[in-house]
């Protein structure tokens, strides 16, 4: 006689997968041309809105864009371009309206309001596609902490009702709304985030000490979302991390050690990817994690060269930089993913940047340039000397151990004879024990 029980787990189990099969929203997309924004940027953006709703588990049904001088203050495309579009939505059975842009919360109710299904901007986009790909301790906090900020003012809902305090027997006198309860208690949380990733980060800023007082250069992969920085960590580095043709697959920072064609050895970290218009609560939340962007000697800046637009793709780049105090770096530029780009595109990108490199991290073409390059640009940052140190100053000993690559040493009748790689800015204070 069959077990109940098991027959009951499968019906749940035949269920759950069911639910997973058809959990994917159908999304409409909107876009609005204004502010002096051409249609073909316009365009642009709104087929990347497509790869990150695609990315957040949404199959777009429908994309539409509407041109108007400015933003409307009350819905954003204006009253009557929100009814046609919400006729179309229910046409098309949409889940999901989401707009290429960001909304303030009252154009968010009243564009709800209209559709009759959620509306999410481009911000809460990007914010649910972090929040999936979330793992580490540091990710999930940075991630949360972006979210609350996100969703203060957009609190709203029963609280709504209760914030007149009513004027029957029992209720008067003083109290709290349940809109005030749940604001206060988003606050608190975001507060014991706050001083969550300050502790990491002050956890983060140790490590990097510790990796400067090896004396070890080191350089940081940055880029646009997607742009194969991972892929090009694990062909150097043998790093295993994850690789998926997603958008914001990696959050959280790897350090890899990554030996040169010379001998030298370099630290090599990623990052999390740059996109245009990366919400400001993202940049703040996972300032620590930029910072390795900020604390390094040279920025790898990979471009993904089969991009419909990789010239915007680096301006973004370098504006995110510039927000988080990222620039006047050395930086070579690795133009990527060659083995599929256009060559005329190729051509074009090294043309206007000569010093950049081409290379493809899924064949491996390009990377012995490459690995020449860095070679080449750490160099210029440092000399090699040959020191005697006397036993008496064995604090220039600790400090070379501090801040200079130790290639060697010994104890002699003279003093400590040490072979060291340091950056030329250190030089000074032993020039004078040079053998």
């Not at 996100?150 to 609280?159: A, F, I, Y």
Request: hydrophobic residues 40%.
């Amino acid at each position: 006689m069959a077990d109940p029980r098991a027959s009951r787990n499968r019906r749940r189990l035949t269920a759950t997968v069911t639910d997973l099969a058809v959990r994917r929203q159908r999304a409409l997309l909107v876009s609005l041309a204004s502010d002096g924004r051409s249609v073909e940027e316009t365009e642009a953006s709104l087929a990347e809105l497509g790869r990150l709703a695609d990315t957040a588990g949404s199959d777009t049904v429908a994309r539409e864009t509407q041109t108007r001088p400015r933003p409307d203050p009350a819905t954003f495309i204006g009253k009557g371009k929100a009814a046609e579009l919400a006729a179309l939505g229910r046409q098309l059975d949409v889940d999901v309206v989401v707009v290429d842009g960001e909304l303030t919360p009252v154009q968010q109710r009243n564009l709800q309001d209209i559709f009759g299904c959620d509306v999410v901007d481009r911000v809460a986009l990007i914010l649910d596609i972090f929040a999936q790909h979330a793992h580490s301790k540091e990710g999930m906090a940075q991630v949360e902490l972006a979210l609350l900020r996100h969703r203060l003012p957009r609190l709203r809902g029963r609280g709504l009702q209760l914030s007149q305090q009513a004027g029957r027997i029992g209720t008067r006198g003083p109290g709290e709304t349940q809109l005030e309860s749940d604001r206060r208690r988003v606050q608190r949380r975001i507060s014991i985030l706050e001083d969550q990733i300050e502790a990491l980060r002050t956890t983060r800023t140790t490590q990097r000490k510790a990796r400067r007082r090896s004396g070890l250069p080191t350089a940081t992969l940055v880029g646009y979302t997607n742009a194969g920085k991972s892929s090009l960590l694990n062909r150097l580095t043998g790093a295993g991390v994850l690789v998926e043709d997603r958008l914001f697959s990696t959050l959280d920072a790897t350090v890899r050690r990554l030996t040169l064609p010379s001998g030298r050895l370099l630290l090599l970290s990623d990052t999390v990817g740059f996109v245009r218009r990366l919400p400001h609560e993202l940049v703040e939340a996972f300032r620590s994690t930029l910072e390795e962007a900020v604390e390094t000697d040279l920025l790898l800046h990979v471009v993904d060269a089969a991009a419909p637009d990789p010239d915007g793709q680096i301006q973004a780049v370098h504006t995110t930089l510039g927000e988080v105090g990222g620039t006047g770096h050395e930086e070579i530029l690795v133009v990527n993913k060659v083995d599929v780009a256009p060559a005329p595109i190729v051509n074009r990108l090294l043309a206007l940047h000569p010093e950049a490199v081409a290379v493809s991290a899924a064949t491996g073409e390009g990377l012995d340039a490459l690995l020449a390059a860095l070679d080449e640009r750490i160099a210029r940052g440092t000399l090699s000397l040959d020191l005697l140190i006397p036993h008496h100053r064995g604090d220039l000993v600790a400090a070379l151990h501090r801040v200079a690559e130790v290639l060697a040493q010994d104890h002699e009748e003279g003093g400590v004879r040490i072979a060291v790689r340091l950056p030329s800015a250190e030089v000074a204070p032993f020039l004078a024990y040079t053998v």
